[in-house]
């Protein structure tokens, strides 16, 4: 699964990003979930996440619940597109697996002010542990329309931010949104995460892998 996107700074200081909008599919081992060529990667990918220095981004659980309001307000819940049932119940999920696995996750767990991404942070990591980060409610605003110059600072701030290294032995984990198809990190299911190497400020990141939450459950098998 090792199928690696480079993120990294040329000389002029940009960053290259050509293979940000190339196809990479969630599913690509769904067929050979019983393969050597499926477990053995997957194994290798469970060491590399208990010795830390990735960052994972997350996207929340299932939201089926109301709708974004144009008077969206992050203080109140009505206003916006919440968990379903089955949305805690995988957010719940995800926190047990992460235990379960010992994969070590540095505190704060960072989370979208969104109610739906606090519930999915707080159901899975523990109300003591969360921080609400504003920036990645700048994660929706991609889909909006918006000018080319606020998408550019919206992902330029994404990237820098995903170049930064965790504390040594943990993994930072951050509860936000799905980007637009081709922009960002792309699509993501619910529950769905990106895990992403970050190479040190001004080095750019890789991005490792991609899993959905069955990928999770499948991890220490």
């Known amino acids: 699964m090792q ?3 480079d993120f990294r700074k040329t000389q002029d200081g940009s960053l290259n990003i050509e293979t940000a909008n190339q ?14 060529s499926y477990r053995e ?5 469970l060491d590399s996440l208990q010795g830390g220095g990735y960052i994972l981004y997350a996207r929340h659980g299932e939201a089926t619940v109301g ?3 144009p008077n969206l307000n992050f203080q109140n819940c009505y206003t916006q597109r919440n968990l379903s ?21 540095m505190t704060p767990i960072l989370a979208s002010p969104l109610c739906r991404a606090v519930e999915t942070a707080v159901l899975a990591f523990g109300q003591d542990r969360v921080q609400i980060d504003p920036f990645w409610a700048e994660v929706l605003r991609l889909s909006y329309n918006i000018s080319p110059a606020q998408q550019t600072n919206i992902l330029n ?5 995903l170049e930064m290294q965790p504390s040594t032995g943990t993994n930072r984990v951050i ?22 190497r970050p190479l040190g400020q001004g ?4 991005i490792v892998d991609k899993l959905r939450l069955a990928d999770w459950q499948r991890l220490g098998g």
Request: avoid cysteine; hydrophobic fraction near 35%.
């Open 203 to 206: 080095n750019g990141y890789e």
């Open 3 to 5: 199928n690696n996107h």
């Open 23 to 36: 196809p990479y599919l969630f599913n690509q081992y769904e067929k050979n979930v019983d393969s050597n």
């Open 85 to 105: 049932a089955n949305g805690r119940s995988q957010a719940a999920m995800y926190g047990d697996i992460f235990r379960q696995l010992n994969i070590p996750v």
């Open 41 to 45: 990667p997957m194994r290798s990918l």
């Open 157 to 161: 701030y994404l990237h820098s931010y």
């Open 67 to 69: 709708v974004d309001q």
């Open 175 to 196: 509860i936000a949104h799905s980007f637009p198809a081709g922009v960002g990190l792309g699509r993501m299911p619910d529950m769905g995460t990106i895990i992403i």
